[in-house]
């Protein structure tokens, strides 16, 4: 069956410093890989997604992510947080032949210091 | 208006007490998703939809049952509430047969069983 794992449950940037958050799926085909974002008390947004060619993806308030096959990983980044980036971040995976089902991680919380 | 809407918003009921929780989406997707989140737990998908004739279990759908009305109304239904079906419920639309992989989540509904 297939798996996210999102290996840290809380993290803490200062404002402005880079931010990466990690994850790791597992299964063998080649998947869809999303990131989204749910700040307190609000649903979840979408921040990007890929599904093939370039696997360095842009999204939205200026995060990337990189697909990395060797690894598995989909990992996001961004090069300077702002204080209105702390949420909690979700990465999804979903494969085709899966109806379109997509499995979650268990989420990373951002908690940003002035 | 939102795309995905879910009501009532935050309810408040009592162990053995039937809850309906509705979705409504104006996407013209035709699958529909229900899911809830538990801290640490990440999304875990109770059932999911294709169309109106076609429904299926998800990974937890033990003590829920759905109704999918019209392409652009799928309900949740606890039967019978239990304290341990406490947590924040979601609704998400996609249609990969339009290129669409991506789910599009309603706000949430904060369910609490006494």
């Known amino acids: 069956a297939q798996s996210v794992t999102q290996p840290d449950i809380h993290i803490t940037v200062s404002e402005g410093a880079s931010l990466e958050l990690r994850c790791n799926y597992s299964?063998?085909?080649?998947?869809?890989l999303f990131w989204y974002v749910q700040s307190p008390g609000q649903g979840l947004q979408l921040l990007l997604k890929y599904f093939s060619g370039d696997t360095l993806v842009q999204g939205i308030k200026g995060f990337e992510a990189e697909f990395k096959r060797s690894q598995s990983s989909f990992n996001l980044r961004k090069p300077s947080v702002h204080w209105s980036d702390a949420a909690e971040y979700f990465c999804a995976v979903g494969f085709t032949g899966t109806a379109s089902k997509l499995t979650f991680g268990t989420g990373t919380r951002l908690q940003v210091t002035l | 208006d939102a795309d995905v809407t879910q009501t009532p918003r935050n309810r408040i009921t009592k162990t053995g007490k039937r809850i309906m929780l509705e979705c409504s989406q104006t996407?013209?997707?035709?699958?529909m998703y229900w899911y809830r989140q538990d801290p640490g737990l990440g999304l875990r998908l109770i059932y999911y939809?294709?169309?109106?004739?076609?429904?299926n279990k998800g990974e937890i759908s033990d003590g829920y049952s759905v109704s999918r009305q019209a392409q652009a109304k799928f309900s949740l239904s606890l039967e019978s509430a239990i304290p341990n079906q406490t947590a924040l419920y979601f609704c998400a639309t996609s249609d990969p047969l339009a290129g669409i992989y991506e789910q599009y989540f309603g706000p949430g509904t904060r369910l609490t069983v006494t």
């Open positions: 996407k013209g997707h035709d699958r």
């Open positions: 939809s294709f169309d109106v004739k076609d429904i």
């Open positions: 299964y063998g085909a080649t998947p869809y």
